[in-house]
């Protein structure tokens, strides 16, 4: 069994989160706190989330998985205004969570998990390491929208650029000094799909501290902190390589 409450606020923000690369979810639920692993129909990227018992306001459950269909799941914190507190609450004799918003109670049919994959999250030793405000990259990915599909990201020691090139146009983004702090000691370069680029760093609430680790035509992986710091993300996006 499982119920808990917690923020609106937190609930979108981690739904917001997994929504951009999946419809359909499993959360693997333990007395400690929730996790999540998956990765989108096309196998270009990964997340991993883990969410402790301490991002929500009550807790308790027991082992147990639970599926969720996301798009449902949105229509329920349509219901909630900030700051509300919203219930949830597994029956698990009908099959269902029951979310509670104010006096509005949804019950809600949980997805069947047995065919839910749980991928298995690669352990990768990247070179670069780039501490930054996910507003300066969203103020990259705005600049780059209409260039190109894909961009372009670059980290030397002191420096991080961030660029797309078009057929006829080209911007970049280059970040030194007190913006962002850059661990390497190699320059690196990997190009990466825009579209996946830009749908999870959109998605990350403004003014959250993010790491970009890079490497040279490997996945790039973006690490952040959700709900106070009580929920992590771990975010895996395969680089696009160009035929010679």
Request: aromatic share 6%; proline share 3%; glycine share 6%.
């Amino acid at each position: 069994m499982f119920s808990a409450e917690l923020k609106s606020d937190t609930l979108k923000g981690i739904v917001n989160i997994i929504s951009t690369l999946i419809d359909e979810v499993k959360f693997t639920i333990t007395p400690e706190g929730m996790t999540l692993k998956a990765v989108d129909a096309a196998h270009v990227a990964m997340i991993e989330m883990e969410i402790e018992k301490c991002a929500f306001e009550s807790y308790s459950a027991e082992d147990c998985e639970i599926g969720l269909d996301l798009d449902k799941v949105k229509g329920v914190l349509k219901l909630a205004s900030a700051g509300d507190i919203i219930r949830m609450e597994q029956d698990d004799t009908h099959g269902r969570l029951v979310f509670k918003v104010g006096n509005i109670t949804r019950r809600m049919n949980l997805v069947d998990t047995s065919t839910m994959s749980d991928p298995k999250v690669p352990q990768l030793s990247l070179t670069a390491k780039i501490s930054l405000s996910v507003d300066e990259l969203q103020k990259g990915i705005r600049a780059a929208d209409t260039i190109s599909d894909h961009i372009t990201l670059r980290a030397g020691t002191g420096y991080f650029d961030l660029s797309c090139e078009g057929d006829t146009d080209s911007v970049s983004l280059r970040l030194e000094g007190d913006s962002v702090k850059v661990d390497t000691d190699a320059e690196v370069c990997s190009m990466f799909p825009l579209d996946y680029f830009s749908n999870i760093t959109k998605a990350i609430p403004a003014g959250t501290q993010i790491s970009v680790e890079l490497d040279n035509d490997y996945p790039v992986k973006l690490v952040f902190a959700l709900a106070d710091g009580n929920a992590r993300v771990n975010y895996l996006l395969a680089p696009r390589i160009e035929s010679e």
